[in-house]
């Protein structure tokens, strides 16, 4: 069973700071890209930013210069440091998994993507 849980999220006045974490389980032998997704109310969910298990990364323009995404392997824990936050970030974030085959051993999950509840976070002028 895969089990997605984001958590982090929280309020802070307008330039402040918060470090969202996805933690995941369940799916050993996989290759994982892992994202961070944010969906503000009546809109559509936003891809924010990704990260593959060799530490490639992707940024969408919006983020890059104030967010930084990590992960660690070990704790199959993804992060997103979130700085000079503004009220356009204010959204709920959403941490997605896509799994596929690993190089040594077939994913029972691959082509599949998981996506955990979300964390909220708001940004108040």
């Known amino acids: 069973q895969v089990v997605v849980e984001e958590s982090g999220g929280g309020s802070v006045q307008a330039g402040g700071s918060l470090r969202l974490s996805c933690a995941a389980s369940g799916y050993s032998g996989c290759r994982s890209y892992m994202s961070w997704y944010s969906q503000a109310p009546k809109k559509e969910r936003e891809f924010v930013s990704g990260?593959?298990?060799?530490?490639?990364?992707v940024y969408a323009d919006s983020a890059k210069g104030r967010f930084t995404i990590s992960q660690d392997n070990a704790k199959r824990t993804m992060y997103l440091q979130m700085n000079s936050l503004t009220p356009e970030d204010t959204a709920m974030y959403y941490c997605q998994i896509r799994l596929s085959n690993g190089p040594l051993r077939r994913c029972r999950y691959h082509g599949l993507d998981f996506w955990g509840k979300g964390t909220e976070v708001t940004a108040s002028a």
């Open positions: 990260i593959r298990s060799d530490g490639s990364t």
